[in-house]
Nanobody, 114 residues
Framework: QVQLVESGGGLVQDGGSLRLSCTTS????????MGWYRQAPGEQRDFVAR???????HYADSVKGRFTISRDNAKNTVYLQMNSLKPEDTAVYFC????????WGQGTQVTVSS
């Protein structure tokens, strides 16, 4: 049973930083890619960033230059470093992994106060 466990959310002021972590129960190389989505209240779940098995990285335009996705293979963990946070970044952030099936974490709340 694949599990994705997120941590690192919280409350931060406008312009602040947070780092999210997503640890999988197995090797991250079991997945084609891993990444992050977010969902604000009343909104759809939106793509944020992903890292492909071969190391390629994709970002949503709204976070380019502010967020950085990375991975630690030995720890089976993917990170999302979020800098220059804005109130509009407030959402529940979900870790996502793609293999034969799609897998989701439970979500972690990020709140940016103005």
């Amino acid at each position: 049973q694949v599990q994705l466990v997120e941590s690192g959310g919280g409350l931060v002021q406008d312009g602040g930083s947070l780092r999210l972590s997503c640890t999988t129960s197995g090797s991250i190389f079991n997945f084609n890619f891993m990444g992050w989505y977010r969902q604000a209240p009343g909104e759809q779940r939106d793509f944020v960033a992903r890292i492909i098995r071969d190391g390629r990285i994709h970002y949503a335009d709204s976070v380019k230059g502010r967020f950085t996705i990375s991975r630690d293979n030995a720890k089976n963990t993917v990170y999302l470093q979020m800098n220059s946070l804005k109130p509009e970044d407030t959402a529940v952030y979900f870790c996502h992994a793609n293999a034969v099936y799609e897998y989701w974490g439970q979500g972690t709340q990020v709140t940016v106060s103005s």
